[in-house]
């Protein structure tokens, strides 16, 4: 399996980047995933950059109803005629996010809902007996205090995040998830996939949302020790970090956990 940041936040290949995340996924059977699609184009433009053709792309999975991972839902519809795209039923709600001068929408292009193309998927999606999303994922170990400022479907009501889902995908002797920014807290999606599938999980690729705590330095720092501790148990399993994460946030955990997690900026590729 091979990986590619197409869109992230910062880039070491000197690639354009923006606020979101895209991933290109190959398998080794040369089934091609694309998880996520960023802002708009980018992705695409990235994908050009870097050889990968979108249009062999055999099917599409939004993690969540933000901007910054289905806004280029409609640039993708647009380059490839033939993948399904895999959204949570939930993910066309209205989402917000408080800024400085109030709420600002920042969820999916409502026009696209009635896509023939789209599947939309509840708690638990086979696409395959080793390709699997799952959403409603409970518990509240280490959620990101980040979440405070999200809302939706409603303004007043915060975000209980029933419209992001997860992927796994079990491949040989590899079982790795995806996650898009883990609101529900990135252990506790641990803990469910564990529930969902049978073997303990080798490679985790995830935005963990620390950023935007709102947390006091000794909190935060409290929170990222016990964040790192807890990841740490799932012996064997190496974690690649990106997009909301955060810079320091990510050298905080990198400190504690070593060679167990990397973070993958746009244009890097991961050959697992």
């Given at each position: 399996m ?6 992230e936040?910062?880039s070491r290949a000197g690639l354009?980047?923006e ?5 290109h996924?190959c398998?080794?059977?040369g089934r091609q ?15 050009n950059?870097?050889g990968v053709?979108?249009?062999?792309v055999?099917l599409?999975?939004v ?16 380059l490839?005629?033939?993948?399904k795209?895999?959204i949570?039923?939930y ?8 800024r400085?001068?109030g ?7 409502a026009?696209?809902?009635s896509?023939d193309?789209i599947?939309?998927?509840e708690?638990?999606t086979?696409?395959?007996s ?11 170990c280490?959620?990101?205090?980040g979440?405070?400022l999200l ?9 209980d ?11 040989g002797d ?5 996650a ?6 990135i252990?506790n ?17 995830a935005?963990m949302?620390?950023?935007k ?5 000794e909190?935060?720092?409290q ?9 740490l148990k799932?012996?064997d399993?190496?974690y690649f970090?990106?997009?909301c994460t955060g810079?320091s946030q ?9 060679n167990?997690i ?8 991961v050959?697992?």
């Amino acid at each position: 399996m091979k990986v590619t940041s197409l869109v992230e936040n910062t880039s070491r290949a000197g690639l354009p980047v923006e606020h979101g995340l895209s991933l290109h996924i190959c398998l080794d059977d040369g089934r091609q995933i694309l998880f996520d699609m960023g802002q708009r184009r980018l992705f695409a433009d990235n994908a050009n950059r870097l050889g990968v053709n979108l249009a062999d792309v055999d099917l599409a999975v939004v993690s969540h109803g933000h901007y910054d991972h289905g806004g280029g839902l409609r640039a993708f519809l647009e380059l490839n005629r033939k993948a399904k795209v895999y959204i949570n039923r939930y993910a066309f709600e209205p989402h917000y996010s408080l800024r400085e001068d109030g709420l600002r929408y920042i969820g999916l292009d409502a026009e696209l809902e009635s896509c023939d193309r789209i599947v939309f998927c509840e708690d638990e999606t086979r696409i395959s007996s080793r390709i699997i999303l799952f959403a409603a994922v409970k518990g509240d170990c280490l959620k990101p205090a980040g979440n405070r400022l999200l809302f939706g479907p409603a303004k007043k009501t915060n975000d209980d995040f029933r419209h992001e889902q997860n992927l796994i995908i079990q491949e040989g002797d590899k079982t790795v998830l995806f996650a898009g920014c883990a609101h529900a807290g990135i252990i506790n999606i641990v803990r469910k996939a564990r529930q969902t599938i049978s073997t303990p999980l080798t490679h985790v690729f995830a935005g963990m949302h620390l950023v935007k705590s709102g947390l006091t330095q000794e909190q935060e720092t409290q929170f990222i020790h016990s964040l790192a501790d807890k990841l740490l148990k799932q012996t064997d399993c190496r974690y690649f970090t990106m997009h909301c994460t955060g810079l320091s946030q990510y050298e905080a955990l990198k400190k504690q956990m070593g060679n167990a997690i990397h973070y993958m900026s746009c244009g890097d590729k991961v050959e697992i």
